[in-house]
């Protein structure tokens, strides 16, 4: 039974990791096209995302963060992007749930998890954690990203910033209803 929860968590989180993924895709690909479309008379791209962010953008949108801006939420208890897989295990042995080459899952109390994946070399590529709403450890999209995201009616909120000098993006998402979850996930850009 117990494998069967680890492996339910583990295929849970993968599900939240890709819908942030392929909304991260998306906006990106939709940046591009709109970027092409351009002509020399109209702004560019980053002056075109510097109007949108100053503007108050719409919820969910994707969007590059100023150049000298740096991330607020830059680790998660100590582990970053880039760190060899032995040293994150060191560091939270103690909540280690499951390992493999490619993820690891961890459960600390009051319902957070968190999985750490790898790539071939065994360093860190992404982190993506989940807070019960409820949990008095569970961040506010300001201590995540350093600013406000407007909520959608239903109470749900995305948001995705790309930092390209540090490496990595940050995206901060909560869902709606009665028990919502705030996953907060950083991924190496590639």
């Known amino acids: 039974m117990r494998i069967q929860s680890t492996q339910i968590l583990r295929w849970s989180f993968a599900l939240v990791l890709g819908a942030a993924l392929l909304l991260f895709t998306a906006a ?3 940046a591009q096209t709109v ?23 719409a919820p969910g949108a994707a969007r590059e963060a100023k150049p000298s801006l740096m991330p607020v939420f ?3 208890r100590g582990v970053e992007i880039g760190m060899k897989a032995d040293d994150v295990r060191g560091r939270l042995k103690d909540s ?16 957070e998890t968190a999985v750490i994946y790898y790539d071939a070399d ?3 590529t992404a982190v ?12 506010s999209v300001k201590e995540v990203l350093g600013e ?3 909520a959608k009616q239903d109470g749900s909120v995305y948001s995705l910033v790309r930092y390209p000098e540090a490496g ?10 009665d028990s919502p979850l705030v996953t907060v996930t950083i991924q190496k850009m590639r």
């Open 168 to 177: 990595y993006w940050v995206a901060y998402s909560r869902t709606a209803g």
């Open 148 to 150: 406000d995201a407007e």
């Open 74 to 76: 830059k680790d998660y």
């Open 128 to 139: 993506s954690v989940d807070f019960p709403v409820k949990s008095a450890k569970a961040p």
């Open 122 to 124: 065994g360093q860190v």
């Open 28 to 30: 990106h690909a939709f």
């Open 96 to 111: 280690l749930k499951d390992k493999s080459d490619a993820q690891d899952l961890y459960a600390f109390s009051g319902g």
């Open 35 to 57: 970027s092409s479309e351009q002509t020399s008379s109209q702004p560019t791209a980053t002056e075109a995302t510097s109007e949108v962010t100053a503007n108050n953008e």
